[in-house]
């Protein structure tokens, strides 16, 4: 029996044509995206952001924190500049109020979680800290 990753399949089943949910969100505000970049799994979060009928980049949950945040906080720097340069993307500097990021913007998570590389993506998009 041939195993495959879990993060192959849901990359297999957001790029899969007939896949009409990259826009659901659950009752905690969670998109697919969120969910993706929170568990580090940067090829599933580059499938849905790569998808014509995505228009989640912005989305946030019920605590404020954005996919961006999440990216910065698993140190995905590369699913933070593709979130950062995506033509619909405006919350660069959000603060998410959650237990998990305490009033910080996806910058301030970065920097507090020593991840270097998404900092500096963040910081070359949005500025310094403020």
Same mark, same amino acid.
């Given at each position: 029996?041939?195993?495959?990753?879990?993060?192959? %399949?849901?990359? @297999? !089943?957001?790029?899969?044509? &007939? =896949?009409?949910?990259? +826009? *659901?969100? $659950?009752?905690? #505000?969670? /998109?697919?995206?969120?969910?993706?970049?929170?568990?580090?799994?940067?090829? %599933?979060?580059? @499938? !849905?952001?790569?998808?014509? &009928? =995505?228009?989640?980049? +912005? *989305?946030? $949950?019920?605590? #404020?924190? /954005?996919?961006?945040?999440?990216?910065?906080?698993?140190?995905?720097?590369? %699913?933070?500049?593709? !979130?950062?340069?995506?033509?619909? =993307?405006?919350?660069? +500097?959000?603060?998410?109020?959650?237990?998990?990021?305490?009033?910080?913007?996806?910058?301030?998570?970065?920097?507090?979680?020593?991840?270097?590389?998404?900092?500096?993506?963040?910081?070359?998009?949005?500025?310094?800290?403020?």
């Amino acid at each position: 029996m041939r195993v495959t990753e879990p993060a192959a %399949v849901l990359r @297999a !089943i957001a790029k899969h044509r &007939d =896949f009409n949910e990259a +826009n *659901a969100v $659950d009752t905690f #505000g969670y /998109t697919l995206l969120i969910l993706a970049a929170s568990k580090g799994m940067s090829q %599933v979060c580059h @499938a !849905i952001l790569d998808r014509d &009928d =995505f228009v989640g980049v +912005n *989305a946030q $949950d019920k605590w #404020g924190a /954005t996919a961006l945040h999440w990216a910065a906080d698993q140190d995905l720097a590369n %699913v933070c500049e593709k !979130i950062l340069s995506h033509p619909e =993307f405006v919350e660069g +500097n959000r603060r998410a109020w959650s237990f998990a990021f305490e009033d910080k913007t996806a910058l301030d998570v970065a920097l507090h979680r020593n991840c270097k590389a998404a900092a500096e993506v963040i910081r070359r998009h949005v500025g310094p800290p403020k």
